[in-house]
């Protein structure tokens, strides 16, 4: 199969890319610069592309960063990006109105242009009570209407849907994957804070899933 990844260089995009290409699938990334606070992430995407062979391009949707922005630490940097786990209430500020949806309307344009039959996207278990489009119920209306959109036919995939963080970290620890060279915090900057929801997850996920974690923290 021909898969369109939707690819951020975190952890959970990056396994999800390694499996791919495990599972013998012909694979492109694409990244999206949205005028995210955390753009040092397409970086890492970049980066870890060339280091498994696949073609990347980041697509530059920096236009809409002003009518998206709201109260999103992540898009408004007047916003300040919560510390903490994902479970407090606190970490709804990082959630970029629609963005999944964006994102995967692009891919599946990218997918039909270039004849592939597939996109993927990494949203996993431990995204839902935060993240309203990583719900099992978002995904499956997604597949209803990207099924609508085009006469030729693209599947959704989204092999981590119903796993943790913990189990992302267990497959990308088999395939592999270098974890050192992902990106996770939503700080930005070069380093990891230690301190904001992706990097209290980031630190979970590895203690959970017993595998040294090789990230480097403020």
Partial sequence: MKVVAIFSGGMDSSTMLYQLLSQGHEVRAIGFDYGQRHAVELDAAKAISEHAGVAYETVDLRSLAPVIAGQSSQVNLDVEVPDGHYTEESMKATVVPNRNMIMLSVAVAHAISIEFDAIAYGAHA?????????RAEFVEAMKTVISLCDWKQVA????????SKSDIAKIGGELEVPFAMTWSCYKGGTTHCGTCGTCVERREAFELAQIKDPTRYL
């Fill in 126 to 134: 431990g995204d839902h009570t935060i993240y309203p489009d990583c």
């Fill in 156 to 163: 959704l995939l989204t092999p981590f849907v119903a796993l």
